[in-house]
């Protein structure tokens, strides 16, 4: 484990979709943080220095959730992506979904404090 990780993520199979410009790929969330996400990397993947948009539904429902996200490698067959920008619905459903699972507010309570205060430091909103 990486003791440097500052954001929990959580186990979260579900399948998604990457688009880059007019590029788009289907791929499969292998976990997800508040402040990014580990996919599959998608058959044919060619990644552009441009951000990629990471969206996908919530499993038995039709909530959607998207994040701008940024290449923070690509190796192994996975990509990890570092969350850019996210929308208020989808932070808040992205929230809960790792709220329920760490099963600690305060812990999360703490990494939201973080991410913004990141977010904050580097210009970015989310």
Avoid: Y
Avoid at 42 to 69: G, K, Y
Avoid at 95 to 106: F, M, Q, V
Wanted: aromatic share 4%; with cysteine.
């Amino acid at each position: 484990m990486d003791n440097r990780r500052q954001f929990s993520r959580i186990l979260f199979a579900a399948s998604a979709s990457l688009q880059q410009g007019k590029q788009q790929w289907h791929t499969t969330i292998i976990d997800l943080s508040l402040n990014g996400a580990l996919v599959t990397a998608p058959e044919n993947f060619v990644h552009a220095d441009t951000p990629l948009q990471l969206s996908f539904t919530l499993p038995d429902s039709d909530i959607a959730l998207q994040m701008t996200t940024k290449l923070i490698h690509h190796k192994q067959g996975q990509l990890g992506l570092k969350c850019h920008f996210i929308d208020l619905d989808s932070i808040s459903h992205l929230r809960r979904i790792i709220e329920l699972n760490l099963g600690d507010a305060s812990l999360l309570n703490r990494e939201l404090a973080l991410l913004i205060a990141d977010h904050d430091s580097t210009g970015t909103k989310g």
